[in-house]
């Protein structure tokens, strides 16, 4: 099971940028997916999650600007990013709880995407 993410690239500050991470491989369902960045010299970090069920959670430096969004047909998660900053400059990485058989389950992660956001 692999995630492949794509769309990240250079805006400047207030533009928008869409992310997406699709799952492919040996797939019974997939669980919770959520989006997660590092910026240079700083932790990884929750930016928004999902669950199977549709509820979410925002980090509250992203909350208002960013909307996750999932479509369980294609195993595809999205991060809609608006008004971004130069401080949401960072690699984005996706996320995931899959499970490959009804009793097995893996948390994979993506390749990660740079986002880069200039002043």
């Keep these: 099971v692999q995630l492949q993410a794509s769309g990240g690239g250079s805006v400047q500050a207030g533009g928008s ?3 997406s991470c699709a799952a492919s ?3 019974f369902s997939v669980k ?3 989006w997660y960045r590092q910026a240079p010299g700083k932790q990884r970090e ?3 999650a999902i669950r199977s069920g549709g509820s979410t959670n925002y980090a509250d430096s992203v909350k208002g600007r960013f909307t996750i969004a999932r ?3 294609r ?3 999205y991060l809609q990013m608006n008004s971004l900053q130069p401080e949401d400059t ?3 990485y996706c996320n995931a709880d899959v499970l490959t058989t009804i009793a097995t389950k893996q948390n994979i992660w993506g390749q990660g995407t740079l986002v880069t956001v200039s002043s």
Aim: glycine content about 10%.
């Design 17 to 19: 940028l869409r992310l």
């Design 25 to 27: 491989g040996r797939i």
């Design 32 to 34: 919770d997916m959520g």
């Design 46 to 48: 929750l930016v928004a």
């Design 71 to 73: 479509d369980n047909a």
């Design 75 to 77: 195993n595809t998660v």
């Design 90 to 92: 960072a690699v984005y």
